[in-house]
C-alpha cells in the first residue's frame, strides 16, 4: 500500500533561478514547489505523494483553481483535488508539502514521521477507470504462494545509495501496461492480474494472451513469470504495437518460494523463448563516492528521461532496478518513473 499522507522532514530548501515568490524544497527525493520562507530545513511537513485525490475540505481550497477530478470509489462518486506531476517556471513539482500548522486534527498532530494519514484527512489514491476489456470473471483472489507485483519510487528510499553503495542492479525498461501472472502450480496452470486470478473466458484479455503465446505449454511446472501485459487499448497503447504481448520481468519458483536471479531469469526466458521486458543494463553499478562520484536519485530519475526501446517516437515510462542478487524469498527493486513522461500524460 502506498503511503499517500506523512509527516516527513524538510531535507533542503533552495531556490528556483528567475522566481521570486516561490522555492523548491526536498523530501526524501521529491522536489516539491512551495511558498518562499514556508518552510526551514528540518522542519516537519505534511507531504501528500502524486497521485493523492484530497477532499474538498477548506485545508485544500487553494486547489481549486485547477479543478476537481472525479473517480467512483467504493462504488461512490468522488470528487477532489488530484496532485499530479507539474512543472512551475522550469521546476518539477510533486506533490504538496504543507505546514502542520493548517492543521490541528489531534490524531494527526500525534502521528509519529513516516506513519500513513491519508484516512485521517480522507486522501485516496487516484486511478483512472479500468478500460473495459481489462477485467474478465474472477476465479478467486491472488495466490498466496506467489509475491504480488508492486514497485517502491526511488524518491521514497533516501538512503538507497548507502545501504547497497557499490553494489550492482540490473536495469530494465518499465513499460506501461498491466500487470499479469502466469504460473504452472502442481500441473495447474493459473493466470492473475494484479490482483485477482481469472477465469478461462474469451473475454479476458490475460487468458487471451495467455493463449497466443502457448504460455501454458512454456511454462515449466512449479514457476510464475510475472509479465506486463502492453498492446491495443491497454494504457493508449503508447509502444504502438500490433495484438499484445506479455514481457516478463520476474521469475518465480512456486517450489521453493524464490525469485530466480536477474541472470538465471534472463537465462530462462531465453530457454522457454519467453520475451522480457527491454534491459537496459545488466550490471549498473550504485556508485557512492566523494561529491560529484556519487549516484543520487536526482541521477536515477534523470537515467528514467529516455526514449523507449519498444519504440523510439514515445518516451519509456521508467526503469526499474533490481539488485543483482543470487535470487531469494525477497528481492531488492525500485522504480524511477520518468518525469517527462508523467509531464507529458497527466
Ligand atoms: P503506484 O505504486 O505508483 O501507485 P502502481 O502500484 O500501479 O502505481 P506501477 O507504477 O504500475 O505501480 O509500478 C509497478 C508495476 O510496474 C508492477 O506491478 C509491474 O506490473 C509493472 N512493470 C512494468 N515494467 C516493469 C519492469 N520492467 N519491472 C518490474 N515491474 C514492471
Ligand atoms: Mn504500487
Not at 130 to 134: R, T
Not at 169 to 179: A, I, M, N, Q
Not at 238 to 260: M, N, W
Given at each position: 500500500?502506498r503511503q499517500?499522507?506523512?509527516?516527513?522532514?524538510?531535507?533542503e530548501?533552495?531556490?528556483?533561478?528567475g522566481?521570486?515568490?516561490?522555492?523548491?524544497?526536498?523530501v526524501?527525493?521529491?522536489?516539491?514547489?512551495?511558498?518562499k520562507g514556508?518552510?526551514k530545513?528540518?522542519?516537519k511537513?505534511?507531504?501528500?505523494?502524486?497521485?493523492?485525490?484530497l477532499?474538498?475540505?477548506?485545508?485544500?481550497?487553494?486547489?481549486?483553481?485547477?479543478?476537481?477530478?472525479?473517480m467512483?470509489?467504493?462504488?461512490?462518486?468522488?470528487e477532489?483535488?488530484?496532485?499530479?506531476?507539474?512543472?512551475?517556471k522550469?521546476?518539477?513539482?510533486?506533490?504538496?508539502?504543507?505546514?502542520?500548522?493548517?492543521?490541528d486534527?489531534?490524531?494527526?498532530?500525534?502521528?509519529?514521521t513516516?506513519?500513513?494519514?491519508?484516512?485521517?484527512?480522507?486522501v485516496?489514491k487516484y486511478?483512472?477507470p479500468?478500460?473495459?476489456?481489462?477485467g474478465?470473471?474472477?476465479?478467486?483472489?491472488?495466490?498466496s504462494?506467489?509475491p504480488?507485483?508492486?514497485?517502491?519510487?526511488?524518491?521514497?528510499?533516501p538512503?538507497?545509495?548507502?545501504l547497497?553503495?557499490?553494489?550492482f542492479?540490473?536495469?530494465?525498461?518499465?513499460?506501461?501496461?498491466?500487470?499479469a501472472t502466469?504460473?504452472?502450480?502442481d500441473?495447474?496452470?493459473?493466470?492473475?492480474g494484479?490482483?485477482?486470478?481469472y477465469?478461462?473466458?474469451?473475454?479476458?484479455?490475460?487468458?487471451?494472451?495467455?493463449k497466443?503465446?502457448?504460455?501454458?505449454?512454456k511454462?515449466?511446472?512449479?514457476?510464475?513469470?510475472?509479465?506486463?501485459?502492453i498492446g491495443?487499448?491497454?494504457q493508449?497503447?503508447?509502444?504502438?504495437?500490433?495484438?499484445?504481448?506479455?514481457?516478463?520481468?520476474?521469475?518465480?519458483?512456486?517450489?521453493?518460494?524464490?525469485?530466480?536471479?536477474?541472470?538465471?531469469?534472463?537465462e530462462?526466458?531465453?530457454?522457454?523463448?519467453l520475451q522480457m521486458v527491454?534491459?537496459i543494463?545488466?550490471?549498473?553499478?550504485?556508485?557512492?563516492?566523494m561529491?560529484?562520484n556519487c549516484?543520487?536519485?536526482?541521477?536515477?530519475?534523470?537515467?528514467?528521461?529516455?526514449?523507449?526501446?519498444?519504440?523510439p517516437?514515445?518516451?519509456?515510462?521508467?526503469?526499474?532496478?533490481?539488485?543483482?542478487?543470487?535470487?531469494?524469498?525477497?528481492?531488492?527493486?525500485?522504480?524511477a518513473?520518468s518525469n517527462?513522461y508523467?509531464?507529458?500524460?497527466e
Open positions: 500500500m499517500l499522507v506523512t509527516v516527513r522532514t524538510i531535507a530548501v533552495s531556490p528556483i533561478e522566481a521570486d515568490a516561490i522555492e523548491k524544497v526536498r526524501d527525493g521529491w522536489w516539491c514547489v512551495t511558498k514556508e518552510f530545513e528540518g522542519s511537513c505534511l507531504y501528500f505523494e502524486v497521485d493523492s485525490l477532499p474538498p475540505i477548506p485545508q485544500f481550497s487553494f486547489l481549486e483553481g485547477r479543478g476537481r477530478s472525479k467512483i470509489y467504493e462504488g461512490k462518486d468522488i477532489g483535488y488530484r496532485l499530479r506531476t507539474v512543472k512551475l522550469g521546476q518539477i513539482s510533486q506533490g504538496l508539502c504543507l505546514p502542520m500548522s493548517m492543521f486534527d489531534a490524531l494527526l498532530l500525534e502521528a509519529a513516516g506513519q500513513d494519514l491519508s484516512s485521517v484527512l480522507g485516496i486511478e483512472a479500468i478500460p473495459a476489456g481489462l474478465g470473471e474472477v476465479k478467486g483472489v491472488f495466490p504462494f506467489i504480488k507485483t508492486d514497485e517502491e519510487r526511488v524518491q521514497n528510499l538512503d538507497i545509495v548507502s547497497h553503495a557499490n553494489e542492479f540490473t536495469v530494465t525498461e518499465k513499460l506501461d501496461g498491466t500487470s502466469f504460473y504452472k502450480h500441473g495447474a496452470f493459473g493466470v492473475c494484479r490482483n485477482w486470478e477465469k478461462d473466458t474469451v473475454a479476458n484479455v490475460y487468458w487471451r494472451v495467455a497466443a503465446m502457448n504460455l501454458e505449454s511454462l515449466p511446472d512449479y514457476m510464475a513469470i510475472q509479465c506486463e501485459i491495443e487499448g491497454i493508449g497503447n503508447p509502444y504502438k504495437i500490433k495484438g499484445h504481448q506479455a514481457r516478463c520481468f520476474y521469475v518465480f519458483s512456486t517450489d521453493t518460494g524464490e525469485y530466480l536471479s536477474s541472470a538465471m531469469a534472463i530462462f526466458c531465453q530457454m522457454h523463448n527491454p534491459v543494463m545488466r550490471d549498473f553499478c550504485l556508485v557512492k563516492g561529491g560529484t549516484v543520487t536519485i536526482d541521477d536515477l530519475l534523470n537515467m528514467a528521461n529516455r526514449k523507449s526501446v519498444l519504440n517516437n514515445t518516451n519509456a515510462e521508467g526503469l526499474v532496478f533490481r539488485l543483482n542478487d543470487l535470487g531469494g524469498s525477497s528481492k531488492v527493486s525500485f522504480k518513473i517527462n508523467l509531464l507529458k500524460h
